[in-house]
């Protein structure tokens, strides 16, 4: 838009050069005013644009009154009248198209930013399990391959968990899915209000959950699995549902795992190794191993 204005100005005064003194000055006493209405008319609302086209009619038609040819008194209402209700509607109509340009101009700008909002939702909406609203297990898998790739280039750990509840299977065979469905949202929503903004809590699918730590050493992984099993315990679940408690496996890396299956493997082995234990609990796995 700013460069081409610049060529209509740069076109326009290359114009005005080209033409003898006498008919230069009348061209340019035009484009001078129509700028000053194209300026008003992309830049102001309706009552200021009408009112600079009307003040810019009255200032371009007293400047081009040649009063030596004036036949006075009759020639000059003629000469007023007329020539200034031609330049004012010149100048209407290029405060309209003006305008109108303007309000497609807007228009566009606001579908465009209604289509970005639109596909940033749908992206969204796809990498978001439907009943937890967590982050789905396909966009996990991406965010941690890319927390690999970050702890692989710049030596920064991350913690991983994999939350597997325990005594599910009962509320579902009792209660029905419908109240396994509120535990499920219960759980998730204990991750959500407990997980750092960085962090990424996900579900992999059925009742087990997995929480991607960036930054997390090894002393934070543990501490933090640990109060996701006591919160988890003493979640608020409806009256008369078996008890679901969680197992944990919980790893941190120090040291780039060799790919994304191979971190989930190993804090799975250690989820299963919280189930032999004896379940609500976490069972910490370390990972020292250069990939």
Not at 41 to 57: D, E, K, M, Y
Not at 274 to 280: H, I, S
């Amino acid at each position: 838009m700013v460069r081409l204005g610049v060529g209509t100005l740069l076109a326009a005064a290359l114009f005005v050069v080209t033409l003898d003194e006498r008919t230069a000055v009348v061209v340019a006493l035009a484009l001078a005013h129509m700028g000053v209405v194209v300026v008003a008319s992309w830049r102001f609302h309706p009552a200021g644009q009408w009112a600079t086209v009307l003040l810019a009619a009255v200032a371009w038609t007293a400047a081009t009154l040649e009063f030596r040819s004036l036949g006075w008194p009759s020639a000059w209402p003629q000469q007023i009248w007329w020539g200034g209700a031609v330049r004012l509607g010149v100048l209407a109509s290029l405060a309209a198209t003006v305008s109108t340009f303007r309000h497609a101009i807007r228009r566009l700008l606001r579908t465009e930013d209604v289509l970005a909002s639109t596909l940033l939702r749908e992206r969204d909406s796809a990498r978001r399990d439907r009943l937890t609203r967590l982050w789905n297990s396909r966009y996990l898998h991406e965010a941690l391959d890319q927390e690999i790739a970050r702890c692989r280039r710049y030596r920064r750990p991350f913690g991983l968990l994999i939350v597997d509840l325990d005594g599910f299977k009962a509320v579902n065979d009792t209660a029905g899915h419908e109240a396994g469905d509120v535990v499920l949202q219960t759980v998730a929503r204990i991750l959500q209000e407990n997980c750092r903004a960085t962090d990424i809590p996900a579900r992999l699918g059925g009742d087990e959950f997995a929480v991607i730590l960036p930054e997390a050493s090894s002393l934070t992984v543990p501490r933090y699995a640990a109060k996701l099993v006591e919160l988890i315990a003493q979640a608020p679940l409806p009256p008369g549902l078996p008890p679901v408690t969680a197992s944990v496996g919980a790893v941190a890396f120090t040291r780039p795992p060799a790919s994304g299956k191979a971190a989930i493997a190993v804090a799975d082995e250690a989820m299963y190794a919280a189930k032999r234990e004896g379940k609500n609990r976490v069972s910490v796995s370390r990972w020292e191993r250069v990939s």
